[in-house]
């Protein structure tokens, strides 16, 4: 094929390479299918993509890995764009098409094929148990190593998988499954996704595999999938799932997918949240039970990240903060007081620890890697904003303004404005100061404190290091006949003198006993 060599051309290839999204294209269904084999790992790939290109001054361009030095990556053998042969250029990881054949905003059909070894994305191998599988494993942007796309999450669109494998397999992927067509050696398995996805979630999983239906939950069947050597113990920790989507559609909305599998897999991931189609790591499931926040934390991502997605990466703590923080209130529901704040103390450890060596915001824009951005500050820290967030407004307005902020952004994108506008809404309070220190700077309170207790006089020196930060501070003080009083003192000077004068004799004092400050006592 003749390329195209213009300036437009080499600027596409550039935001390709880095992984920007493709805003001259706006992709609303992909048709994908595959055909996998035991003879190699070469996949061959017939894939339908409709679209708009709507920016008739960029050219039309998708994600697509080409092939690289080690014979790896996908080599296009044909492309029809509305039925014509247009030219188009297949290099860097990105595929260009001719401009001629389409007009702005014209809905447009792409039928490309193509075939290759996947060099990440879908990952071909064996489990542990020595048996050969193939499992999706996208985030962040690896799903364009085994289909074209616009591999950036903001880009949501529905999907089908029509996958020919060998007759052992089981094949799972996103959305209803519509068909098995079976053949003298193979099947091929038909899934259809009607709910618009990010591209991160779209999957497929070959394996051979036991399958069990464990519930029902409101319409929503909640199947097993899991390798046939580890089905006791694989099928009893996920046993758990039913109880734990009944619990988080209690507490923020309906649940929007077609179906919940969750799927033993063999991929990078501890447990990757595919839309309807949960992946957990095989060493997850032991039959003890101990996998079951992680089961939460998968669980929740179907609302939140899945349904609700953060718009940009730099935001994915609307994603994977919500998912650690909502873990915690099912710990906090299921296993009461102590075992949450438990949690918390091992999520603000985490943190502490974290920022010695990274001190960046939660909203990142200066990372090097988009996997860099899996780190406690997503997860841990992006869950303690929500949980100082609670205290500040009210456990009754933050469980409004987490419904609230679903019901805005369901199967749309978000970004962190938009949730701090519904929150302020919800509160009908200014909280810009609040997001502006907790999420677009570094860092936390480091606190000094000297005190003297003399009878029922307690006086308190406390010192900010570095940063000020503006935070209510609990103390908890101990009399000596055992009684305890609560005092809130609100924090916003890098110095702060309390001084209190109480009837009786002061045992000790206590900062921050309910665990609601991400903070860190220095000397």
Request: net charge neutral; with cysteine; hydrophobic share 40%.
């Amino acid at each position: 094929m003749k390329p195209i060599i213009t300036l437009g051309f080499v600027l596409a290839l550039f935001s390709a390479q880095f992984n920007a999204q493709i805003n001259q294209i706006d992709v609303s269904h992909y048709k994908i299918a595959i055909t996998v084999n035991d003879d190699s790992d070469t996949i061959k790939v017939l894939e339908t993509i409709r679209f708009k290109h709507i920016d008739a001054l960029e050219p039309i361009l998708f994600n697509l890995a080409s092939v690289q030095k080690e014979g790896k990556g996908m080599a296009v053998e044909s492309l029809l764009l509305n039925n014509t042969k247009p030219h188009f250029s297949h290099r860097n990881d990105s595929l260009l098409i001719d401009l001629s054949a389409a007009t702005p905003n014209n809905n447009l059909e792409l039928v490309v094929k193509f075939k290759g070894i996947p060099i990440d994305g879908l990952v071909i191998g064996k489990n542990k148990y020595g048996s050969r599988t193939f499992f999706g494993d996208n985030w962040p942007t690896r799903a364009q190593n085994w289909f074209a796309c616009n591999d950036h999450l903001s880009d949501k669109a529905t999907v089908e998988f029509i996958v020919n494998a060998p007759k052992k397999y089981n094949v799972v992927a996103n959305g209803k499954l519509i068909e098995v067509k079976k053949n003298k050696k193979t099947n091929t398995h038909h899934y259809h996704s009607k709910i618009a996805l990010p591209t991160k979630v779209m999957v497929i999983g070959i394996a051979e595999m036991a399958q069990t239906e464990v519930g029902s939950i409101s319409g929503t069947k909640v199947n097993s999938w899991v390798y046939p050597t580890n089905k006791k113990d694989a099928f009893y920790d996920l046993s758990l799932a039913p109880s734990i989507l009944q619990f988080y559609i209690n507490y923020i909305a309906p649940y929007e997918f077609e179906k919940l599998d969750n799927v033993q897999s063999t991929t990078r991931f501890g447990g990757m949240e595919n839309a309807g189609c949960i992946f957990y790591d095989e060493n997850a499931l032991k039959g003890s039970r101990s996998s079951e926040n992680l089961i939460a934390h998968e669980i929740v991502h179907q609302w939140f990240g899945n349904s609700a997605t953060e718009k940009d990466w730099p935001h994915l703590w609307l994603s994977e903060g919500f998912a650690t923080y909502l873990t915690n209130i099912y710990i906090e529901q299921t296993k009461g007081t102590e075992a949450f704040q438990a949690q918390l103390i091992q999520d603000r450890s985490r943190v502490l620890a974290f920022e010695k060596k990274y001190k960046h915001p939660v909203i990142d824009t200066s990372y090097s890697s988009l996997m860099n951005l899996l780190n406690p500050n997503s997860y841990q820290k992006g869950g303690w904003v929500l949980h100082m967030l609670r205290t500040e407004i009210g456990d009754s307005l933050f469980h409004l303004s987490i419904q609230k902020y679903y019901q805005t952004y369901r199967l749309s994108n978000a970004d962190s404005k938009d949730f701090q506008s519904v929150v302020e809404n919800i509160s009908k309070r200014d909280l810009n100061w609040f997001f502006d220190q907790w999420l677009y700077t570094s860092g936390h309170p480091k606190l000094t404190t000297t005190s003297k207790i003399e009878g029922g006089n307690l006086t308190i020196d406390l010192t900010q290091q570095d940063r000020v930060f503006s935070f209510p501070l609990k103390i908890a003080i101990e009399f000596e006949n055992g009684s305890v009083l609560h005092k809130v003192i609100p924090i916003s000077e890098k110095n702060t003198r309390i001084e209190l004068d109480l009837e009786a004799s002061i045992k000790r004092f206590n900062l921050d006993p309910e665990v609601q400050l991400l903070y860190e006592e220095v000397e």
